[in-house]
């Protein structure tokens, strides 16, 4: 009798993604002129800020393993979908690398942030030059590229929406998860189409993992939400606050703002821009008040049901066993991460 660990098994998958997407990353980033390479070497966590060899990680490479559980599910193998996974982490951290800048985040994977470290041109040079080189990477044909184009439509309208929140007020919580479901989500969602169109699988399928990927994006934004604000640095990777040191809108907290507590008022009047930066007592306060006006309880349901939705969706796709049993046990440690 086979013993399944789930989460064993994850983990073991996202270390065999990394070795057979790296080669593929490096080459590109070896594309690159001058002290762009080198800034994105340091980003990678290849190089330190001197050019240095260095031991950093370049993260966890969840988008590329969804694209080669994904390829695996619809009876491709995972090889031949390395560089389509190489091309999405790419642009996963061209993203990074913006993101980073504008959100004035000094940290990144527990390093100093690129903008941080060689200026905040060097950071867009270097964002703009990972996502000329992922379409380079991405194999030929022209569905691939249009889906991640897609895909990068809904992530810079996401962003763009995710910034304009910050100025505000009027926010509802269908438009925050909209946002979130092209900031974080739309990215998934293509990664795991990306796999079933490498390995040809029909448009029904192809739409179905895409769903998959849609549905379990939302669930990890909610995560992510949940762990900027009751989490440990240790495992959201940047110090744990920052997002409510900017009054950040996330989904627990426009849950929170928009509930009929008396604690949504309190919280509505700390959240204003100019009240002033928030003082760690504050910080705190907020994360109590948010807590108290039924966000926090909001964002753990909304993502419970959104990871059933992610499973509804993968069955609807037809994988193969073995691909199912590996996007499975990539859902579960996406979305059940320790706080």
């Known amino acids: 009798m086979t013993v399944v660990h789930p989460e064993r098994d994850a983990w073991e998958l996202l270390s065999r993604s990394r070795q057979l997407t790296e080669p593929f990353l490096r080459k590109a980033v070896g594309r690159l002129p001058g002290r ?3 800034i ?3 980003h990678f966590g290849w190089k330190d800020r001197d050019g240095n060899p260095d031991v950093g990680g370049w993260g ?3 988008r590329g393993a969804l694209v080669l559980a994904s390829a695996r599910a619809m009876g491709g193998a995972p090889e031949s979908a390395a560089a389509a996974a190489a091309a999405v982490e790419l642009v996963h951290n061209f993203s990074l690398l913006h993101d980073d800048l504008m959100d ?3 940290v990144r994977r527990k390093r100093p942030t ?6 905040d041109a060097q950071a867009v040079l270097t964002g703009d030059a990972l996502l000329v080189v992922a379409m380079e990477m991405l194999p030929d044909g022209p569905a691939m590229l249009r889906e991640l184009c897609e895909s990068l439509l809904s992530l810079v309208g996401g962003q763009d929406e995710d910034l304009a929140f910050e100025q505000r007020r009027d926010i509802d919580l269908d438009a925050c998860v909209a946002m979130a479901a092209g900031k974080t989500a739309a990215l998934l969602a293509g990664s795991c189409a990306l796999g079933g169109l490498v390995a040809h699988a029909d448009p029904q399928r192809v739409h179905a993992l895409r769903k998959f990927g849609h549905h379990l994006g939302l669930a990890f934004q909610l995560v992510d939400d949940l762990l900027g604000i009751w989490g440990h640095d240790a495992v959201s990777g940047k110090p744990v606050g920052s997002d409510l040191r900017r009054r950040k809108k996330s989904l627990p907290v426009v849950a929170a703002l928009t509930s009929d507590r008396p604690e949504a008022r309190k919280l509505d009047e700390l959240y204003r821009l100019e009240a002033g930066p928030l003082t760690e007592d504050g910080i705190r306060e907020v994360a109590h008040l948010i807590e108290r006006a ?10 419970k049901r959104q990871r ?5 969706a993968l069955e609807a796709a037809a994988p193969a066993e073995e691909g199912a049993q590996a996007l499975g046990s990539l859902a579960r440690i996406i979305t059940h991460r320790d706080r």
């Open 36 to 38: 762009t390479r080198a």
């Open 40 to 42: 994105a070497e340091y």
């Open 60 to 62: 966890k490479g969840m």
């Open 104 to 106: 004035r985040d000094a």
């Open 114 to 119: 690129v903008w941080s470290q060689f200026g």
């Open 294 to 303: 039924g966000g926090r309880a909001w964002a753990e349901r909304e993502a």
């Open 308 to 312: 059933a939705m992610a499973v509804a």
